[in-house]
Structure formats: structure tokens, C-alpha cells
């Protein structure tokens, strides 16, 4: 009896440590979570900039297009001729500095739109503090202009921003109109759809076809689960709080839309 038990105990021994190597040879995708900033009354450019830096190329996944040039203006080189950022922002909204069009560009990117452009990107405010949004701006100063982002701005928070944090983020849109959902969403800023072709997402054309209608709502919810093949690149891009943002009427009626594209 005695060898039995050795000979299963060693078996067990042998496919535990197979496995676990086989998870050590595995890479682990991560999702970039917002760093919490300390900038206190005493904080300088020095300090906001790789801050901000940080931020756009991590948890603010602005590159995903705001590098491309495509679905955004280009923030890190010239745009339509116009120079950086730094030095076009101050130009671009009549009556508006440079650091103040920034900020409302992050917190509220509907209220002026770049001449051929759309309004695919979300409100920054769901995601980063005012903080994280005013080091993110004077980054973008920094590309080619003077950072005039000051700790009084830190100080005040919003930066004359309509509605705090907490508030948008617990607001509902009324609609449960599936393509209204997705465009308010900023969904379609990294997924294709009706034949349109977006290197960031998986197409939302024929998923119905791909995914079970669990396996998207599984998805839509808890986007780092499992990373579809391809696009292992972009992992932890997609926000992870919709299960906060969608009401489960709103949820359900982009899973149902979603998998009847087949």
C-alpha cells in the first residue's frame, strides 16, 4: 500500500512542478494602474513632467490614439502643419490659454473638436485625478511650449471643470441604444466596426460569430481576463469599470448587439 501511495504522491509531485513551470514561462499581461501623485503646494515642472509623461504613455493609454495621427491629432509631433502641442494649444480655442483648453480637452473632450475629428475620447476625470489630468498637461506643454501648469492649479483641483470626479462616473446615460453606447463609451476608438479596420481592439464585426454572448459580456467587464490573440500588445487599455458606468439594462443591450453581429 505503502508504494502505491509514494508512487501517487511522486506523480502528483512530477505534475505539479510541470505546471508550475509551464506558469513561469507564461507572460503575465498587467493592466497600468493610475500612480497616485503626491504633488505638494511646493511642485515644479521638473516634478509634472516625467509625471505626466508617465501617465500618457501608461494608464492614460492616450497613445492609443493620440500617437497614431489617425483617429486624433498626433500629441507628440507636428499636426496639419501646426507644430506641437505646446505650441498650438494656445492657439486652438478662441478666448482659451494653453494649459486651460488642455485640461478641458482631457475632462471635457466634446467641448471643442479638432476639424476632422470625432468624438470618440472619454471623459479623463473616469479614470485619473485632477492631479494625474493636470500632469498630463503639462507634459503636452512641454512638448514644444512653456509649462505654465503651477501648484495653484494642483490646488484647485478641477481646473473650472463643470461636474467633479465622482459625479460623472455615477452618472448614467438614459439610452440604451447600442451604437450610442459604444460611441459614448469610446469604444469605437479602438474597435472597427461596419468594415472599418482599428489595429488596437478586435473588430466588432462578426464577434457574434467569435464569442458567446457570456464570453462578451465577460469581456466588457473584465477585460483582462483573456487577451484576444494579436492584440496582446494593448493589454490593460480597455477601462475596467463599466460594470460602474453601464446600467445592466445598458450592459445587456451591447452584449445582445453585439453578439448578433455574426
Given at each position: 500500500?505503502w508504494?502505491?501511495n509514494?508512487k501517487?504522491l511522486?506523480i502528483?509531485a512530477?505534475?505539479?512542478?510541470?505546471?508550475?513551470?509551464i506558469?513561469?514561462?507564461?507572460?503575465?499581461?498587467q493592466s497600468?494602474?493610475?500612480?497616485v501623485?503626491?504633488l505638494?503646494?511646493?511642485?515644479?515642472p521638473?516634478v509634472l513632467?516625467?509625471?505626466g509623461e508617465a501617465?500618457f504613455d501608461?494608464?492614460g493609454?492616450?497613445?492609443?490614439c493620440h500617437?497614431l495621427?489617425t483617429?486624433?491629432?498626433?500629441l507628440?509631433?507636428?499636426?496639419?502643419?501646426?507644430?506641437?502641442?505646446g505650441?498650438?494649444?494656445g492657439?486652438?480655442?478662441?478666448?482659451?490659454?494653453?494649459?486651460?483648453y488642455l485640461?478641458e480637452?482631457l475632462?471635457q473632450p466634446?467641448?471643442?473638436?479638432?476639424?476632422g475629428?470625432?468624438a470618440?475620447m472619454p471623459?479623463?476625470?473616469?479614470?485619473?485625478s485632477?492631479?494625474?489630468?493636470w500632469?498630463?498637461?503639462?507634459?503636452?506643454q512641454d512638448?514644444?511650449?512653456?509649462v505654465?501648469v503651477t501648484a495653484?492649479?494642483?490646488q484647485?483641483?478641477?481646473?473650472g471643470?463643470?461636474?467633479?470626479a465622482?459625479?460623472?462616473?455615477?452618472?448614467f446615460s438614459?439610452?440604451?441604444?447600442?451604437?450610442q453606447?459604444?460611441?459614448q463609451?469610446?469604444?469605437?476608438?479602438?474597435?472597427?466596426?461596419n468594415?472599418?479596420?482599428?489595429?488596437i481592439?478586435?473588430?466588432?464585426?462578426?464577434i457574434?460569430?467569435r464569442?458567446t454572448?457570456?464570453?462578451?459580456?465577460?469581456?466588457i467587464?473584465d477585460?483582462?481576463?483573456?487577451?484576444?490573440?494579436?492584440?496582446e500588445q494593448?493589454a490593460?487599455?480597455?477601462?475596467?469599470d463599466?460594470?460602474?458606468k453601464?446600467?445592466a439594462q445598458?450592459?445587456?443591450?451591447?452584449?445582445?448587439?453585439l453578439a448578433?453581429?455574426r
Amino acid at each position: 500500500m505503502w508504494k502505491t501511495n509514494l508512487k501517487v504522491l511522486l506523480i502528483a509531485a512530477i505534475v505539479l512542478g510541470f505546471y508550475t513551470t509551464i506558469a513561469q514561462i507564461i507572460p503575465q499581461l498587467q493592466s497600468a494602474v493610475p500612480e497616485v501623485l503626491d504633488l505638494t503646494a511646493g511642485v515644479t515642472p521638473e516634478v509634472l513632467i516625467p509625471a505626466g509623461e508617465a501617465l500618457f504613455d501608461g494608464a492614460g493609454a492616450c497613445t492609443a490614439c493620440h500617437g497614431l495621427g489617425t483617429r486624433a491629432p498626433n500629441l507628440r509631433t507636428d499636426h496639419a502643419g501646426e507644430g506641437t502641442i505646446g505650441q498650438r494649444c494656445g492657439d486652438r480655442k478662441p478666448g482659451m490659454d494653453c494649459k486651460a483648453y488642455l485640461y478641458e480637452s482631457l475632462s471635457q473632450p466634446a467641448e471643442y473638436l479638432v476639424d476632422g475629428f470625432t468624438a470618440i475620447m472619454p471623459d479623463a476625470r473616469r479614470q485619473l485625478s485632477a492631479e494625474q489630468i493636470w500632469a498630463i498637461s503639462a507634459y503636452l506643454q512641454d512638448r514644444g511650449g512653456e509649462v505654465t501648469v503651477t501648484a495653484a492649479d494642483i490646488q484647485q483641483g478641477g481646473g473650472g471643470a463643470t461636474e467633479p470626479a465622482a459625479a460623472v462616473a455615477a452618472t448614467f446615460s438614459p439610452t440604451t441604444d447600442p451604437m450610442q453606447l459604444l460611441t459614448q463609451n469610446a469604444c469605437l476608438g479602438c474597435h472597427g466596426i461596419n468594415g472599418i479596420l482599428i489595429p488596437i481592439g478586435p473588430s466588432f464585426d462578426g464577434i457574434g460569430a467569435r464569442l458567446t454572448a457570456d464570453q462578451i459580456r465577460r469581456d466588457i467587464l473584465d477585460p483582462n481576463a483573456e487577451v484576444s490573440d494579436g492584440f496582446e500588445q494593448f493589454a490593460g487599455m480597455m477601462p475596467v469599470d463599466f460594470g460602474q458606468k453601464l446600467s445592466a439594462q445598458q450592459l445587456e443591450a451591447m452584449v445582445q448587439f453585439l453578439a448578433g453581429r455574426r
